[in-house]
């Protein structure tokens, strides 16, 4: 049966050829392999291989990087025709995350790859590419830890850029309506019962009769009240599979085996179960096969980085020190790991700048971060 399944591939693929004649066998085998920008790109040098390959070994090398950033982050700069700088960056994201890479060009024809990597163990592995034209890309992490965002532009790209670096929760819908961040009274991991066990999830502080909302679409697979929780719900996640636990309501609005979509009422903030001797409030929790996660992450509103908050920068500047000595910073910040120092008049390459802090490349190759105020013009 497996043979004949491959036979039968071939055989349609073949007809696909034959249909479409001979300039567009490209396009049907890539249907199947789906090939990654980069491989799609690597194309146009194959008369010059030796070009491509020069500036696939400079993103080969960004890999090693360590240089990272808070988030939100942002940086603005111009893209060098000569040189093929990569930008690469290091980001601390937790499960319940979704990272928002984006660049913004005054040239929409020049082209840019995104790709975003987990470390995994001491290795960074390949998690997420944009396609070919896309000016940004979205991934949702899957587990907590180091991720990398690598972004190199087409070669002898000359633009200016902005790139952006944000963060939001996987639900955008706040579980409490009327609700945000501020009303969260009681964490992920706190001590109850005397140390006896810890908080499974968050609590989210309302007046009573406040309705709860289904902050994903899903299916109801238990209403009723028992235990500790009190009156709850759970709801199943369609998307992700996970179970959200809704407990201490009042009153229950959600029917057993109802599907509900993203905002839907679920019931009503209370404080019944264990917390009918504390204010009003919701206990939100998310459990997977392997049990209970921290839904801080899925939940939390981050402030989002735009253009707007960044003046112009200058075009690929050459820079010199002009201080008696600079450290270079793993980080745009003084308290962040060193990673060297400069002596004043050592010139270094201006990658972008983030407000007070820029990106530079050493002449040892080195891209680190460095005050604004321990440089100046070269010239």
């Known amino acids: 049966m497996k043979n004949k399944n491959i036979s039968y591939s071939i055989s349609v693929l073949l007809l696909l050829i034959f249909a479409v004649g001979c300039s567009g066998i490209t396009k049907v085998t890539d249907v199947i392999t789906n090939p990654s920008a980069r491989q799609v790109y690597a194309r146009e040098f194959k008369d010059n291989q ?3 390959n020069d500036w696939n070994a400079a993103y080969e090398s960004a890999i090693g990087d360590s240089l990272s950033v808070p988030l939100p982050y942002g940086e603005r700069g111009a893209f060098n025709a000569v040189e093929d700088h990569v930008y690469s960056y290091n980001v601390q994201l937790q ?44 991934y949702s992490a899957k587990t907590t830890g180091i991720y990398k965002v690598i972004i190199q532009p087409e070669m002898a790209a000359d633009t200016n850029f902005f790139i952006s670096l944000n963060k939001k929760p996987l639900y955008d819908v706040f579980p409490v ?37 289904a902050v994903t679409s ?10 500790i929780g009190g009156k709850q719900v759970w709801l199943r996640d369609s998307d992700f599979g996970s179970s959200l636990y809704y407990a201490h309501l009042d009153s229950i609005k959600a029917t057993l085996g ?26 939100f929790g998310i459990y997977r096969n ?25 075009k690929g500047d050459v820079l010199k020190i002009k201080s008696a000595t600079a450290n270079l910073r793993l980080m745009p910040d003084a308290k962040a790991a060193k ?37 100046g013009s070269a010239k």
């Not at 964490?187 to 009769?209: L, N, P, T, V």
């Open 339 to 375: 990673l060297g120092e400069l002596k004043a008049n050592d010139v270094v390459q201006l990658l972008g700048e983030s407000k007070e802090w820029l990106h530079v490349k050493t002449a040892l190759g080195l891209s680190a971060f460095v005050h604004k105020s321990l440089v």
């Open 177 to 213: 309506a009327g609700k945000g961040n501020t009303a969260i009274g009681s964490f992920w991991g706190m001590e109850r019962d005397g140390g006896k066990r810890s908080h499974e999830g968050i609590d989210i502080f309302a007046k009573k009769g406040t309705p709860v909302v």
């Open 218 to 227: 899903g299916i109801v697979n238990y209403t009723g009240e028992k235990g």
């Open 290 to 314: 392997s049990g209970a996660v921290n839904p801080l992450p899925f939940v939390f509103k981050n402030d989002i980085v735009t253009i707007k908050e960044f003046t112009k920068s200058q």
């Open 50 to 52: 030796a070009v491509y």
């Open 95 to 138: 499960e319940g995350e979704v990272l928002i890479a984006g660049i913004d060009k005054d040239s929409v024809h020049q082209r840019v790859f995104i790709d975003i990597f987990q470390k995994r163990d001491k290795e960074y592995q390949k998690v997420e590419s944009a396609s070919l034209n896309a000016s940004g890309l979205v």
């Open 258 to 283: 109802a599907k509900v979509s993203v905002g839907d009422t679920l019931g009503f903030v209370g404080n019944t179960g264990n917390a009918r001797f504390t204010p009003a409030h919701l206990h």
